[in-house]
């Protein structure tokens, strides 16, 4: 492609990672269909941060709207990456878990409510440790307990990417999107660098550092279900074709053995690198 | 953190509520609510210690003719550059009267 074409595309693009959390639910959603639940004027802010003298945000970090994803009731919950790293304390972390409650309290009552999770995070607030901890296994049993009716769809966009215990999140949804942009890891490169030594993972090398948790190799590794463009029509246009196919024959939480199996196989000794790790992820059997 | 409360004389109530910005680094979120007629009040809380007298002579070019609508402004400051902060205030004030 031409650098003019690349600058037409640009402009002419519209891009999903530059949109807020609340613009990127709202985009998803049916036209007009959107309204937002617990948000910023009902002045929801964490009771944690102020008081170690760190500046609120009036809807915790993070954006739940209800409404219609091609005609059927939907609930998206937007993780808003900008503010304090996209992480989950106490408050954003029970709107995210009550919202997914909801949804399968509904399908309880025939209401068939799917969820999509706009992961945008680092994982625990550490301001707010064991509570925002507290949340997160919340987040958990109410995707498992809401991936029994209907699908759950994760969608990782960047350009926070998802760690910690929120990638477990991920992982548990019945279908994740990611884009090139997007990285998805338990632990941070900050981290893993400061345990292996920057000798073996250097958290500065961006390249090197997408190349082993970029969305790109996350889905050829099998750990996300589809790769999208950074366009908003294109992303939700994956998103309603998963919706469309309903439930995966097992929940993703459930498929954990050809993972296992594979990482029996691996040869420790020698360094893994990209290639490697797509190899090993990509033989045996699929489940 | 520094928490700031500043008032201004102010014409009608405003007609709406307004949310503009992220609480991200180098960046702020202002929500306006609309108050009884003839007063504005507007509460900082900014990460920017010692920016009090920044935040009262930007404001007050806003607002010190007391032409603007009578509101509740709440700003939430990551550390705002100046610049930042005048753009965020007029697409506030934009969206208001929008």
């Known amino acids: 492609m031409s650098h003019r074409q690349d600058i037409t595309c640009l402009l002419q693009g519209h891009s999903f990672i530059e949109l807020s959390a609340r613009e990127r639910a709202h985009s998803l959603l049916d036209a007009g269909s959107s309204r937002e639940l617990a948000g910023p004027f009902d002045r929801q802010y964490s009771p944690w941060l102020s008081a170690q003298g760190i500046v609120a945000q009036a809807d915790d970090g993070v954006v739940i709207c209800k409404g219609l994803l091609d005609g059927q009731p939907a609930v998206v919950a937007a993780i808003e990456g900008g503010f304090q790293g996209g992480s989950l304390g106490e408050v954003g972390g029970a709107k995210l878990a009550c919202a997914l409650e909801l949804a399968a309290a509904d399908n309880r009552q025939s209401i068939p409510t799917r969820a999509v999770i706009l992961f945008e995070t680092g994982g625990v607030r550490l301001q707010e440790a064991n509570l925002g901890l507290a949340a997160i296994a919340e987040i958990h049993s109410a995707i498992a307990d809401l991936s029994r009716y209907q699908p759950v769809v994760g969608i990782i966009a960047g350009t926070v990417g998802c760690f910690g215990g929120m990638s477990i999140a991920a992982g548990m949804c019945s279908y994740l999107i990611v884009t090139r942009e997007a990285r998805l890891g338990l632990n941070g490169p900050q981290v893993i660098e400061q345990e292996a030594g920057m000798a073996e993972y250097d958290s500065r090398n961006r390249p090197f550092i997408w190349s082993l948790t970029g969305g790109e190799q996350r889905q050829a590794c099998g750990l996300a279900d589809a790769l999208v463009e950074d366009d908003t029509p294109l992303i939700r246009q994956q998103l309603l074709d998963f919706i469309a196919c309903g439930l995966p024959a097992e929940p993703r939480h459930r498929r954990s053995q050809h993972m296992l199996q594979r990482l029996l196989t691996m040869d420790s000794t020698t360094q893994a690198d990209a290639a490697s790790a797509r190899q090993l992820f990509q033989s045996g059997a699929r489940p | ?98």
């Open chain 2, 1 to 98: 953190m520094e928490k700031l409360h500043l008032e201004y004389p102010a014409g009608a109530p405003a007609t709406q509520r307004v949310l503009v910005g992220v609480v991200a680094s180098g960046d702020l979120e202002i929500l306006i609510t609309p108050a009884p007629a003839g007063r504005c009040h507007i509460t900082i809380h900014s990460a920017a210690d010692g920016s009090a007298t920044r935040w009262r002579a930007q404001l007050e070019r806003l607002f010190a003719d007391g032409k603007a609508a009578a509101m509740q402004m709440e700003i939430n400051d990551f550390a705002a550059t100046p610049g930042v902060i005048s753009l965020r205030l007029a697409q506030a004030l934009e969206e208001l009267s929008a």
